[in-house]
């Protein structure tokens, strides 16, 4: 018997597809925050640079939220000065003004922002009220403009909400109109608890574009809880979105909704990517590197299909 040896999805091309995604890659912020392990500013330059390395455009490197809330993002300040020489984007999450001066003063060029659709994940989250938090992301956008810096804006449980259940998606169109507004660059749609399904994913995107919303402007950020994520990224692709999130090894979820379980993997989402002959730049086998070593660092599996197949289950 001989043993399968694959090391790349065979392509095949569809039409109505774009040429080229891009891809952010989540997993030094949005995939931290959410892991048990605190990482050392040490291991966290280290990933950030082996994901540089891979090919990734857009990394997002850190979050200046406060470090009793969120203790896995202490020392980002330390992690964006170790940077020197990386060529991704590296944007930070800033939930308020004074997030955004420690950010600027840690030399951040490149922020992101983050809004509830709903009311109860705002206050869980952000620990404030939605009309609080809108007013304090906008002051931190207007800052962020001032300073010339592009900012993007994260939208939380557009697909559904643990506590309230179906979101309306009007909700959506306003609060994306409203960043559009602001000055926002790019609007990441994220699924927090990964409840969307493809059907949900183009109505949504439709609503959008319907409501001024340019699609080039348009991201996804899936999570796989459910196992639809990368179904949910096709039906993206379909309706012309080519910008989606992603999280090496599938670390993360988040971390106040107790149901969310694990991000895209960005292997996984490369790989499909790249069977549709769909450019992203980054290089599958250089992933395949850093999932089982972050894995390691962080003492959890790998949640990702494509390195569970090509590297095998235990190899953390
Ligand atoms: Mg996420």
Redesign the pocket.
Same mark, same amino acid.
């Given at each position: 018997m001989t043993v399968l040896d694959i090391g790349l999805p065979t392509r095949a091309s569809e039409s109505g597809m774009p040429d080229r995604v891009t891809i952010w890659e989540?997993s030094p912020r %949005?995939g931290l925050q959410a892991e048990p392990t605190n990482l050392s500013s040490a291991t966290k330059i280290e990933l950030i640079r082996r994901l540089d390395a891979a090919g990734l455009p857009v990394i997002e490197a850190g979050s200046f939220v406060r470090s009793d809330r969120v203790p896995q993002m202490a020392g980002s300040d330390e992690v964006l000065r170790g940077l020197d020489g990386v060529q991704a984007r590296m944007p930070v999450l800033v939930p308020n003004p004074k997030g955004f001066d420690r950010a600027l003063a840690a030399g951040a060029d490149d922020i992101a922002v983050f809004l509830s659709v709903t009311e109860s994940f705002s206050r869980a989250n952000l620990s404030s009220d939605r009309a609080s938090a809108e007013a304090s992301a906008n002051e931190v956008v207007r800052r962020s403009r001032d300073a010339g810096l592009p900012v993007r804006g994260y939208l939380s449980m557009v697909f559904g909400d643990p506590w309230e259940g179906a979101v309306e998606i009007g909700e959506v169109v306003r609060l994306a109109q409203l960043l559009l507004e602001w000055g926002v660059e790019e609007i990441s749609l $994220?699924d927090?608890i990964g409840v969307a399904t493809p059907g949900l994913v183009s109505a949504t995107v439709a609503a959008l574009e319907a409501g001024g919303v340019p699609i080039e402007r348009i991201a996804l950020?899936m999570?796989d809880t459910y196992g639809l994520a990368l179904a949910n990224v096709y039906a993206g692709l379909l309706s012309g979105v080519t910008t989606f %999130?992603a999280?090496v090894a599938g670390v $993360? $979820?988040?971390p106040f909704a107790k149901s969310a379980s694990g991000?895209l993997a960005t292997e996984d989402l490369v790989w499909m990517l790249t069977g549709l002959g769909i450019e992203t730049g980054v290089s599958i086998p250089a992933l395949l590197e850093i999932a089982p070593w972050l894995a390691q660092q962080l003492d959890r599996p790998i949640s990702s299909r494509v390195a569970t197949a090509l590297i095998g289950k235990d190899s953390k």
């Open positions: 989540m %949005d $994220g927090t950020h999570h %999130d999280s $993360g $979820g988040c991000n």
